[in-house]
């Protein structure tokens, strides 16, 4: 059993900077990927950033590139998402996914809302 835990989400202004981490426990030997998704209200849930366990290079959408930073802590299977200059169309909920044995792990995400 993986289970997949987000924090750091909230309501931020236009601009501001948030920092999610998502930390994996239960049954784990090594992360091949971690990843954060986003899903808006109304949208399709999309890839925002993934890293692999080697940690580079990391994927970044082109949407976020410049302002968002992924990161990850293997020894804590802890990924991070650095959210900076954020925008209102960021407003989501964030997913943390991990891959493994080759099964893919959702966390139950968490809400960032910017406001204008």
């Known amino acids: 059993q993986v289970q997949l835990v987000e924090s750091g989400g909230g309501l931020v202004q236009t601009g501001g900077s948030l920092r999610l981490s998502c930390t994996a426990s239960?049954?784990?030997?090594?992360?091949?990927?971690m990843s954060w998704y986003r899903q808006a209200p109304g949208e399709e849930r999309e890839l925002v950033a993934s890293?692999?366990?080697?940690?580079?290079?990391?994927f970044l959408d082109f949407s976020v590139k410049g302002r968002f930073t992924i990161s990850r802590d293997n020894a804590k299977n802890t990924v991070f998402l650095q959210m900076n200059s954020l925008k209102p169309e960021d407003t989501a909920v964030y997913y943390c996914?991990?891959?493994?044995?080759?099964?893919?792990?959702w966390g139950q995400g968490t809400q960032v809302t910017v406001s204008s």
């Open positions: 890293i692999t366990e080697g940690g580079y290079p990391p």
């Open positions: 239960g049954s784990i030997s090594s992360i091949e990927t």
């Open positions: 996914n991990a891959l493994m044995y080759g099964n893919y792990y």
